[in-house]
């Protein structure tokens, strides 16, 4: 599929940075003829932003020129804000900048953007798909490029940002920060990100960063400090304070960003290749939701009954703080499918695949281009049988979440049995034990899924005996242990994982809830397992 650029539409195209935006139709156009369509409200904030390039507007002048008839709260801005960068890539957070207690400035940055050639050819069918389906109706066009794994690429480890007053609430938050500081940095396609236990003796060829910083909370205020320091010589390239009140942390993560890339990319220092750094898609303003989200992550990782059901309160309470928080609908959504296998009747699965299907589109809506929403969104795009759309999408957060081990990880475990990725699945899940020196055990239930639709049954069934024992794996496992021959094995793992579905409910009829839909895929499992049962 390629760009279709009339006549009438170059001729109204304004150039952001890379980019170009048609404003009549709300359609963000990126250097590869990638399209973006985004929502009309943040169309009419970006056309107000470009009206005044180069100044600061200010929230207040946003929402009485955007929204003047109409009551919204700040979070409205704030989520037009993040969909505009994330429409603009990896530019998106140089080229719209965030001034905290003062505004937005749009940078006057229109430097030409390459035509996209009328004969570009793409490497997979599905590689420019008008896609992403939402309630809302949200398409985009997603169009990706595998990035190479390049030996002496620089890094940057993100230590978490110390409490200084050891208190748990803002001990998690200081934790929470740098893993979403960790996320934005590793959607650059030159910067490697690293784990605090990854020393740089594994690559004595490429330079390495480290940044760290302390937080201090109290009385409705915030201190956050931060340095980043050049790991050999111990040199600091810079260091910075910021205070304000605790609604402000976000901001403040936001300028501590644009720091960072201010330091190490080429306009300013050149010290790592010409790309810049993405936002933080899908967050939140507040902090006491922002608590909630972490606390949740912790019970999930869990996987017990009894966690996962304190997960969902946790995420609830969030959601009932800011109800457009995106990665706490995107988190929900993957605690109602893990409850789906723990579900002791039908009519129990059925709910907890209701509440994850609209957790998912609620996801979906918020932030349609967030790494971990795409995955998730292969689920409901497997359930329509739409496989192109779907790999299109599993594809696209992949590259986005390329230096994040746990996006590749859960690319490999939740989209590769929905997808013919074929072996990249596994590359993505070697990657993130690359990326993650010491990962958790669901990190090698990618591995093993990748690997038993590969047709790799010998390092699947390796896997497999590391990963969480929930009914999916279990049933998989099973079948991966019955090619190989060791058919007591491969029963045994079939009877657990039978004894864990719901009241009267099948494998085929969990795997089709789940999205995993592919044709072959699902003749694969069944002939597998029923040979199983007629040795």
């Known amino acids: 599929m390629q760009l279709q650029e009339t006549p009438d539409r170059a001729g109204r195209l304004i150039g952001i940075g890379r980019c170009r935006f048609d404003p009549k139709d709300g359609v963000v156009i990126g250097p590869n003829a990638g399209c973006v369509t985004i929502r009309p409200q943040t169309a009419r904030v970006l056309r107000k932003l470009l009206a005044s390039r180069g100044e600061v507007v200010s929230r207040d002048r946003i929402l009485s020129d955007v929204w003047p008839d109409t009551h919204v709260t700040d979070d409205s801005v704030t989520q037009c804000i993040r969909e505009i960068r994330s429409a603009l890539g990896e530019d998106g957070h140089r080229l ?17 953007w390459p035509r996209p050639s009328v004969t570009r050819r793409f490497r997979a069918p599905a590689i420019l798909l008008l896609g992403l389906i939402t309630a809302a109706g949200v398409a985009v066009v997603l169009d990706w490029n595998q990035r190479p794994v390049e030996a002496g690429r620089p890094h940057v480890i993100v230590q978490p940002f110390e409490d200084v007053y050891q208190t748990d609430k803002w001990s998690r938050v200081g934790a929470g920060l740098a893993d979403e500081l960790s996320a934005a940095l ?15 003796a594994n690559d004595p060829g490429s330079d390495g960063y480290v940044l760290d910083g302390t937080i201090s909370a109290g009385s409705g205020s915030v201190r956050l400090t931060a340095k980043l320091t050049e790991e050999e010589t111990g040199q600091i390239l810079w260091s910075d304070v910021w205070n304000g009140a605790e609604k402000e942390i976000f901001d403040m993560q ?12 080429p306009g300013w220092t050149g010290v790592i ?8 898609d899908g967050m939140t303003r507040d902090v006491g939701a922002y608590d909630l989200f972490l606390r949740a992550i912790e019970q999930k990782h869990q996987f017990t009954p009894a966690a996962l059901a304190q997960s969902q309160r946790y995420l609830e309470q969030s959601l009932a703080l800011d ?19 723990h579900a002791s009747s039908r009519s129990d699965f059925e709910a907890h695949l209701a509440r ?3 957790a998912t589109r609620r996801a979906m809506e918020l932030a349609p281009n967030d790494p971990e929403t795409l995955i998730q969104s292969t689920f409901l795009l497997g359930r329509e049988k739409d496989h192109v759309a779907a790999e299109a999408a599993l594809r696209r957060a992949v590259e986005l979440g390329w230096n994040n ?37 669901w990190y ?3 591995l093993a899924t990748a690997a038993f639709y590969a047709g790799d049954y010998e390092l699947a069934a390796k896997a497999y005996a590391k990963a969480p024992p929930v009914t999916e794996v279990l049933y998989r496992r099973a079948a991966t242990e019955g090619y190989l021959g060791h058919l007591d094995t491969a029963r045994l793992h079939l009877s657990q994982s039978l004894s864990g579905l719901p009241e009267g409910m099948t494998i085929r009829e969990l795997e089709a809830a789940d999205g995993n839909t592919y044709p072959p895929y699902v003749e694969m499992l069944g002939s597998l397992l029923e040979k199983i049962g007629d040795a």
């Open 356 to 358: 994850r299907i609209d």
């Open 273 to 280: 290749p010409q790309k810049r750094m993405a936002g933080f």
């Open 254 to 265: 936001s300028s501590l960003l644009e720091k960072v890339e201010a330091t190490v990319t």
């Open 405 to 441: 081990p746990d996006i590749l990880a859960q690319a490999a475990w939740g989209g590769s049995r929905r997808v013919p990725v074929g072996e990249d699945a596994i590359h993505w899940a070697r990657r993130a034990m690359d990326l993650n020196p010491f990962p958790p055990p």
């Open 323 to 341: 109800g457009d928080f995106a990665r706490a609908w995107t988190a929900l959504a993957i605690v109602h499918l893990l409850q789906m296998e």
């Open 96 to 112: 719209l900048r965030t001034l905290p207690k003062r505004g937005y400035l749009l940078e006057r940055d229109e430097a030409a």
């Open 186 to 200: 590793a959607r650059s396609a030159s910067v490697d990100v690293r784990r605090p236990d990854t020393r740089s």
């Open 444 to 446: 090698h239930a990618g």
